[in-house]
């Protein structure tokens, strides 16, 4: 079935250490996405990618960086946690070029500590 | 940048009873607006959508409508079930460079049986 893979599922992290969130999709989409959303805040754009090799910042890029190496990958890294990135995050994708809507990811549930 | 707001942020009807759900957008760039329904736990799915050359689109038991003059756009559901509880959230977005996309900070619907 084609769609969005996220993984983990959900992480319990202590503060300070290195977490990569994997994304992964096979519709093709040029464009890829990573939001988090906290509670009343709605999604927030992190970072994303209209194509294989370019990313750009999103609404709250601090703390976070992105790679997209081809198409169907687009890991986040959160090179040192701090506990105010507990947050549930979600990955998407799109065909951006002709405006059409975002799929989302199951999302991953990170908690820091 | 584009500032999307979204009411109420939480609704309860009675099962039958239609309920509404309002945006507004600053951004007069916006030509594309998505709603996405998201049940407690699981990923936001897109449920319907409209262009900036439509007024109005439905399906089924849902209806958006959108007033380009005013900058607002609204979600109609008519006949709640159940199965409608979750939360929504609308969306404003354009192409200027890439496909930016704002989300609306949701709207808690329930639906009671």
């Known amino acids: 079935i084609a769609g969005i893979t996220q993984a983990p599922t959900s992480q319990i992290l202590a503060a300070g250490r290195r977490m990569t969130l994997r994304c992964t999709q096979d519709?093709?989409?040029?464009?890829m996405y990573w939001y988090r959303q906290d509670l009343g805040l709605g999604l927030r754009l992190i970072h994303y990618?209209?194509?294989?090799?370019?990313?750009g910042k999103g609404e709250v890029p601090d703390g976070y960086s992105v790679s997209r190496a081809n198409t169907d990958d687009f890991p986040l890294t959160l090179a040192s946690a701090v506990p105010s990135q507990t947050s549930v995050y979600f990955c998407?994708?799109?065909?951006?070029?002709?405006?059409?809507?975002?799929?989302f990811g199951d999302g991953t549930r990170l908690s820091i500590l | 940048g584009e500032n999307v707001e979204q009411h109420p942020s939480t609704l309860s009807v009675q099962e039958g009873d239609s309920a509404v759900i309002k945006c507004t957008y600053s951004d007069s760039a916006s030509n594309y607006f998505p709603w996405y329904k998201q049940e407690l736990g699981k990923r936001p799915q897109l449920i319907i959508d409209i262009r900036s050359n439509v007024g109005e689109k439905k399906d089924q038991r849902i209806a958006v409508t959108l007033n380009k003059t005013a900058k607002h756009f609204s979600l109609h559901i008519t006949e709640t079930q159940p199965e409608d509880s979750a939360v929504y959230f609308c969306a404003a977005s354009n192409t200027g460079g890439y496909q930016k996309v704002t989300f609306g900070t949701g709207t808690k619907l329930q639906v009671i049986p």
């Open positions: 990618s209209n194509t294989a090799g370019t990313t």
């Open positions: 998407a994708s799109s065909d951006a070029t002709n405006n059409q809507p975002q799929h």
């Open positions: 519709m093709r989409h040029n464009a």
